[in-house]
């Protein structure tokens, strides 16, 4: 689903101060003053010299504690890039939702990036049963949108309604819905949550950098800039935020959630041998035990994947992007022909791509969206004039790799 961009800026007030620890890879930590942040390096002022880090390098940068335990009633709004952000109130004026959030700003942004709403989030044991139903509808793979409704006497959820949630009426504080065929009109405060049914947009940007303030909001960020005012934050959805240094806490660059699939078991294999050839899918080798190499560069992890294997594995919903150097092998022979390259999530197509030994260029990087899949599978078959023959081709998926 091509996500609908929007501009979403907090302007806090507060005094700019610029320090910060910046922890590394290699477990050095370099305290100063932050320089710049782009999305190739950190620069820190260290008595008087400038230090630069690769982001690759880069860990985590603490620019100040973590705030204050929130105790006040608020809301939860995640958007479809899993950025959550707490809010006193909010309204749905037609396609677009405005919050109130706990620092008291107000912004706006539409409500085609918002995946879900919770009411009284504040209460661990009602977020506790909203993720248990968020994880159930995920597993069920359910096509429409929910609203959900609570007692009022027992604070338990009475209902969860299958329902298409149209825009909303800021003045009568309600939002349009369509259940079992009739048009509705429900009162927001009426209601506990709000589920919003949104496809997996598998080309937006990947995230490189979460982002927590004092506030405790959440931003997953597909680039962070900093400027002479702060930090100027993009997140894959396409909100910006520009946030003051002193309410930034943390700049979580930390890949150690970081899964290699060749370190993962897959829940299903199906390969089709020909002529009875036992031509097996083998982890951080090729299909003839040498190294995964591919445009000259040697990949320590990774898949190799003859014609035709299907990979099936259990992501759970836990992982938010799936990245690979996908491409034919240059140490291993093979007879001239096509091969195809699918990536399915819960049964929908992600990416498919057709790789020729005849083409010069012979790999393509991936970087894809894969948040809230419950069960990823990788097929490789053959393509054009091999479709019958299949013999000679293979794939690798070199660092292949999901992450959260």
Known sequence: MAVCCALLVFFLSATVSHSADLHTLSGETITGDVVSITNKEVVIAVGGKNI???????????????????TDPFNDVELVDGSLLHCET??????DIELKLLSGQKVKFPLAIVANILREAQNEKFRAE????????????????????????????IALLDVTLGEGNAAKGEIDFTFKNMKRQ???TGVAGLIFEREVDPNAPPIICKVTDAKRNLLMCSSVVSTSAGLVLTTPAGAKVEL???????????????????DLEPTEVV???LDNSPFHYKRDRSQEDGPIRMNNVTYAHGLSLHA???????????????RT???????????????VLRIEGDGKVLKQLTFDRRDKVRQQTIAMNVKDVQKLRICVVPGGEGLKLGLGLHLDLGDVQVSK
């Open 271 to 273: 390969e089709k041998f």
């Open 325 to 339: 150097v996908a491409g034919i092998n240059e140490l291993v022979g093979g007879l001239p022909g096509q091969v």
């Open 90 to 95: 909010f309204t749905i004026d037609n396609k």
């Open 244 to 262: 003051k240094p002193a309410d930034v806490t943390r700049l979580d660059y930390n890949s150690s959630k970081l899964v290699w699939l060749s």
């Open 308 to 322: 035709t294997t299907e990979l099936e594995y259990d992501l759970k919903g836990e992982y938010r992007e799936f």
């Open 52 to 70: 630069t880090t690769p982001l690759s390098q880069v860990l985590n940068l603490e620019y100040n504690p973590p705030g204050a335990p929130i």
């Open 130 to 157: 909203w993720n248990d139903k968020l994880t159930n509808r995920r597993k069920k793979k359910s096509s429409m949108d929910a609203m959900a409704v609570r007692d009022q006497k027992t604070g338990k959820l």
């Open 186 to 188: 429900r009162s927001l």
